[in-house]
């Protein structure tokens, strides 16, 4: 566990000052959004497909981030429910199952920050509710605006090109994420077992910030 997560225990004390997760069992219950990068649930933690069909229940989405289609993300036959193993009747637990290039989650997590931009510009420009929390991001983080900058100058098809995604699907995902007001974001060895597994977790990070 500590060489897996090794990045996890650099990443978050620079970023949020503590160096394991933040979110609780108990989170999944009130969450509204779950983000998901690099982790192969029905693999590496089949526990957890039992929480995430509860979540699936309440019509919350989850949005998925994996080079590789894996069966659990897809569809859970739930073994402790005999009614669900009798009929074969699966939960879909991804509501959107994106094939992010190997390597190309920063580059995915920076396209969905550009689309959230996007999205907090028109809102502002509309009169609508501000996208991006700007009172939690001016009390609580620094340097936003070389972030903001970053996100900015980037052009999507660079941007296309390092994730392996269609900006469609990034803003899709981005309009997701903006629906919503409590967002869990999890990870595995996807971010974290590769040269960039700390900026990788960084930017998960940031891309939370933005949102309070």
């Not at 933040?22 to 009130?30: E, N, Q, R």
């Not at 977790?201 to 940031?206: D, F, G, H, R, T």
């Amino acid at each position: 566990s500590n060489m897996c997560h090794e990045t996890t225990s650099v990443a978050l004390p620079q970023s949020i000052g503590t160096p394991v997760g933040t979110v609780l069992l108990d989170d999944f219950a009130k969450t509204d959004c779950i983000l998901s990068f690099g982790q192969n649930v029905g693999t590496n933690a089949p526990r957890l497909l039992h929480t995430l069909q509860q979540v699936r229940e309440r019509d919350a989405p989850i949005v998925v981030f994996n080079p590789l289609r894996e069966r659990g993300w897809e569809a859970f036959v739930n073994p402790q429910r005999p009614g669900q193993m009798l009929t074969n009747a699966p939960t879909q637990i991804a509501t959107q199952y994106h094939q992010v290039r190997a390597g190309g989650d920063i580059a995915a997590m920076l396209g969905i920050g550009k689309a959230l931009l996007a999205l907090h510009d028109t809102a502002k420009a509309e009169g609508r509710p501000a996208v991006l929390d700007e009172a939690f991001i001016a009390e609580h983080t620094q340097d936003f605006e070389a972030f903001e900058a970053k996100l900015r100058e980037t052009d999507w098809p660079e941007i296309i090109e390092a994730s392996g995604l269609p900006r469609a699907a990034l803003e899709a995902a981005a309009t997701t994420y903006a629906g919503a007001k409590a967002v869990i974001a999890i990870y595995g060895m996807g971010l974290t077992q590769h040269r960039r597994g700390v900026d990788s977790v960084q930017m998960l990070v940031n891309l939370l910030l933005m949102r309070g």
